[in-house]
């Protein structure tokens, strides 16, 4: 049994950043990236890949802060407070699953009697106890993801990170994977990312599970809040304007029911159009403040 979080843990920051940049090899992967939020399952839209990879020392914090559970994200693993799962991990050819998780629950804690048990327990917690004899090499990919949450949720660290854990699954294995993370989620907070979803999708059931999602296009927060506001239906599109009218634009289209999110330029923005609205809204709107429309590219639609 796991003791009752103290009021001081249930009030920590599950994920902030603040204007977090993260590079690699060169390349910038995140920028200017600010967010927070202390839900206990967090849904990221989109590719968090950056955010991953330097949780993972694979990519350096170029700028910014950026914590998990009031933890420095490059030093989050190595203290306990996460447990990661990256989508395809790279799995030791000759070890069977009873033997990884044990090997896994034994770097955690170092008891050898303990890692026996905690690996028992999380094989009928997670229904692999019939895969316990097999070796990791043997099985489907679901099940080697399947594999990856468990050994992530090990010792019910505070946070267990889930990168992509759908990404490329059948629905019938992708909905598995859905419930296992729930269970995940019974003893840990969880952050998972995946794709945008289509609806009704696996992907769009995991997402209707967690209470706050953060919706990343094109390197910039496209969206936030609740599934319900986010996933909720809609138009949205990448539009750029250029001239000097683009405060009254804005204005106009605002009164008229579109909800608009400023991207990285003067003039960029993500435009979700009201109900039962065309693409004719923004290009009247943009006649009427004379400017220029440089971009207006369809998003997502959701159904």
């Not at 690996?119 to 097999?134: I, P, V």
């Not at 804005?250 to 109900?275: D, I, K, M, Q, T």
Request: proline residues 5%; hydrophobic residues 45%.
């Amino acid at each position: 049994m796991n003791p009752t979080p103290s009021a001081a843990e249930e009030a920590r920051v599950t994920l902030e950043l603040h204007t977090l940049g993260v590079r690699r090899a060169g390349s910038a992967l995140l920028a200017g990236l600010s967010l927070s939020s202390s839900a206990a399952r967090i849904g990221l839209i989109g590719d968090w890949s950056g955010l991953f990879q330097a949780l993972t020392g694979q990519a350096e914090l170029a700028a910014g802060t950026a914590r998990i559970f009031g933890c420095e994200l490059e030093n989050a693993l190595a203290r306990g407070c996460v447990g990661f799962a990256p989508c395809d991990p790279l799995l030791p050819a000759s070890f069977t699953l009873a033997e990884y998780l044990q090997h896994a629950a034994r770097l955690s804690h170092g008891s050898r009697a303990h890692a026996v048990r905690d690996a028992q327990q999380a094989m009928e917690e997670y229904g692999l106890t019939e895969l316990a004899k097999r070796k990791l090499t043997q099985l489907a990919s679901y099940q080697q993801r399947a594999i990856g949450i468990a050994a992530a949720a090990l010792g019910a660290p505070p946070v267990v990170c889930l990168e992509t854990p759908l990404r490329g699954l059948e629905a019938a294995a992708a909905d598995d994977i859905v419930r296992l993370c729930g269970i995940a989620a019974q003893r840990s907070r969880v952050i998972v990312s995946c794709g945008v979803p289509s609806s009704p999708s696996p992907e769009r059931s995991l997402l209707e599970g967690c209470e706050e999602l953060f919706w990343l296009e094109r390197g910039a927060l496209f969206r936030q809040g609740a599934p319900t506001q986010v996933l909720a239906p809609g138009t949205r599109y990448a539009l750029t304007v250029s001239g000097a009218g683009i405060v009254a634009f804005r204005a106009a289209l605002e009164s008229a029911g579109c909800r608009l999110n400023e991207r990285n330029a003067r003039g960029s923005f993500w435009v979700e159009l009201p109900e039962d609205a065309s693409t004719d809204l923004l290009l009247d709107a943009a006649l009427a403040a004379e400017l220029a429309v440089l971009e207006l590219e369809p998003l997502f639609v959701t159904s």
